[in-house]
């Protein structure tokens, strides 16, 4: 395969020298830029191609997660953070994996080749988008034209995705992120890692849990019921 172009970006030289350092011991890596200025490296991610970001979280003028928020078509993202706690947050941005300093170069391994295997799954996604009302999705040695109404909710599986539809259920090798990309705001939203869920098949929200009018239960982050509540107009 092609060398993955990435970029590096933390505040701290030192911290950022240990990464570059480790990428460049991986092959089928290429270091194409390294940015201490969040700002810098937003400007240079609008107008250059890159595969996959290692970002600090903690940094002055914008954090790693607002970063990654602000970018229409993020990268892959591996985070990197002195603290655990962020860990949580970074996933529900979709970081691939999260690096907590000091960084060694085995767990650097580790998350280069867990984002090497998602960049490789995405490139071979069977989902189609052939207009804004319609995919074609690959399932059973066949492909099916599924209407975005029709779709309940949208579960990750490992390297496939379980699609739920009104009058039935289909398995295709995607990522949920690949997904996300087709299922937006306001009639889909991402509730967790692994579900996105369609907002008009709603039944009933009790606690964390939400019930879809299949009656299957899903239970929402904590940090997205509150945005949940909005799109919903709940006050």
């Keep these: 395969m092609e060398k993955l172009r990435c970029i590096v970006l933390d505040d701290e030289p030192i911290g950022r ?25 937003i400007m240079f991610l609008e ?6 970001i290692f970002s ?9 997660l607002d970063l990654v928020k602000s970018l229409e078509n993020p990268p892959v993202i591996i985070f990197i953070t002195a ?15 999260y690096l907590v300093k000091p960084v060694r170069f085995d767990r650097f391994l580790k998350a280069v080749n867990k984002a090497k295997d998602y960049i490789n799954l995405k ?16 399932s059973d040695g066949k492909l099916t034209k599924i209407l975005l109404d029709e779709i309940l909710y949208v579960e990750a599986q490992g390297d496939y995705l379980k699609i739920v539809i009104q009058n039935g259920t289909y398995n ?19 509730v967790q890692r692994s ?24 239970s929402i982050a904590l940090n997205k019921k509150e945005e949940l509540f909005q799109l919903l107009g709940i006050r």
Excluded: C, W, Y
């Design 56 to 64: 600090d979280i903690q940094m002055p003028k914008i954090n790693g």
């Design 172 to 190: 295709t090798l995607a990522t949920l992120k690949s997904m996300d990309e087709v299922l937006t705001l306001p009639k889909f939203f991402r």
């Design 195 to 218: 579900f996105i869920i369609n907002l008009e098949a709603i039944r009933s929200i009790s606690g964390n849990m939400v019930e879809l009018v299949n009656g299957k239960s899903i």
């Design 83 to 97: 603290h655990r706690d962020f860990a949580l947050d970074g996933f529900e941005t979709g970081a691939t994996d």
């Design 17 to 41: 020298e240990i990464i570059e350092n480790f990428v460049k011991e991986i092959d089928f890596l290429e270091l194409v830029d390294s940015f201490e200025d969040p700002v810098k490296a």
């Design 123 to 138: 490139q071979k996604s069977t989902v189609h988008q052939v207009n804004s009302d319609r995919i074609f999705i690959k």
């Design 47 to 52: 107008s250059n191609k890159v595969d996959l």
